[in-house]
């Protein structure tokens, strides 16, 4: 996988089907949008109505797994508005209310390496994909032939859909407020020089004049 994608995958965390559909049935179901109807079952005896609607457990694997009067390429994509809409409804609350199931439910279901040290990061991971829009890659015709695929546009399309990720956009700065202006400084009296003159004034006034 690292070397289909060009990108390192470290770990891995793997989900047992029956154990999926025991996981959305301790969420309480979820809800999905179902565009046309969908046949299933080994003999085509069940039926998924068009419409909007909670699926079980069973129900939602069905969802995810029938190819009947479809093909893979259908499939896939009901696939990701299943996984998407797992990810959008499993909301702090209801996981608290089903807490003992979902451990249950996880603890038979999921078998993974990720180490412990990196569960925080995790958590941190699940609250971000619950406030942004999923996007997905696929690799299908006719940008992909399944029968011989083109090895250098996966890994390419794939380093073009990573440096594509949306950003929040930034917020203009405010302008700083300018101070009010100052009226120019006048220039300092010099005041040597006027009391110079004012005493000499006063000399010239008070002293009485020399007889002749």
Same mark, same amino acid.
């Given at each position: 996988m690292s070397d289909i994608l060009g990108i390192p995958v470290r770990y891995y965390a793997m989900v047992? &089907?029956? +154990? $999926? /559909?025991? &996981?959305?049935?301790? &969420? +309480? +179901? @979820?809800?999905?949008?179902? #565009?046309?109807?969908? @046949?299933?079952g080994k003999y085509n005896e069940g039926l998924l109505p068009a419409g909007t609607r909670k699926l079980s457990g069973a129900e939602a694997l069905w969802y995810g797994r029938s190819r009947? #009067? %479809? !093909? !893979?390429? @259908?499939? &896939? +994509?009901?696939?990701?508005? =299943? =996984? #998407? /809409? @797992? /990810?959008?409804?499993? !909301?702090?609350?209801?996981? =608290? #209310? %089903? $807490?003992?199931? *979902?451990a249950a439910a996880t603890k038979r279901a999921i078998s993974t390496d990720i180490p412990q040290? *990196? *569960?925080?990061?995790l958590v941190d991971l699940g609250q971000k994909v619950k406030g942004t829009h999923i996007r997905s890659l696929q690799f299908v015709p006719p940008l992909i032939s399944t029968a011989d695929p083109d090895w250098n546009l996966i890994r390419d399309k794939v380093a073009d859909a990573l440096e594509d990720r949306p950003t929040a956009p930034s917020r203009p700065r405010p302008s700083p407020a300018r101070p009010p202006a100052r009226p120019p400084a006048r220039p300092p009296a010099r005041r040597g020089r006027s009391h110079s003159t004012r005493s000499a004034a006063s000399n010239s006034v008070t002293k009485p004049s020399t007889p002749l």
């Open positions: 047992d &089907m029956a +154990g $999926f /559909a025991e &996981m959305i049935d301790a &969420m +309480g +179901g @979820v809800k999905i949008t179902i #565009n046309e109807p969908i @046949v299933y009947t #009067n %479809s !093909d !893979d390429y @259908v499939r &896939m +994509g009901r696939q990701k508005c =299943l =996984l #998407n /809409a @797992v /990810a959008q409804q499993a !909301d702090p609350v209801t996981l =608290l #209310n %089903s $807490f003992e199931r *979902l040290d *990196l *569960l925080p990061a």
